[in-house]
Nanobody
């Protein structure tokens, strides 16, 4: 059974850090281009960071220098280290897998979605 399970969300104060995890089962995560998405209430879902099958990464401008995406192939898990958090980072965070990635950017429809983990940053 294919599954993506996110964890690590929570409530922190501005300037704090969190590390999100996305554990995959039923498929090999490293064969896919993976993206961390987020969606705040009333806003569209946006891609935050991506990690392609070749190990290249890309980031949204809003998180560059603060967030780091990584992957542990042995654990079949994707991570998002979030530092210097801001209130505007508050959202539900999801991981998703795509079939195609080029130079760290994922393309095409998301094949598998996780259920999400909530991040709340207070000022």
């Amino acid at each position: 059974q294919v599954q993506l399970v996110e964890s690590g969300g929570g409530s922190v104060q501005a300037g704090g850090s969190l590390r999100l995890s996305c554990a995959a089962s039923g498929f090999t995560l490293s064969r896919y281009c993976m993206t961390w998405f987020r969606q705040a209430p009333g806003k569209e879902r946006e891609g935050v960071a991506s990690f392609d099958s070749d190990g290249m990464t890309s980031y949204a401008d809003s998180v560059k220098g603060r967030f780091t995406i990584s992957r542990d192939n042995a654990k079949n898990t994707l991570y998002l280290q979030m530092n210097s958090l801001k209130p505007e980072d508050s959202a539900m965070y999801y991981c998703g897998s795509h079939g195609l990635g080029i130079s760290g950017v994922c393309y095409g429809k998301v094949i598998y979605w996780g259920q999400g983990t909530q991040v709340t940053v207070s000022s």
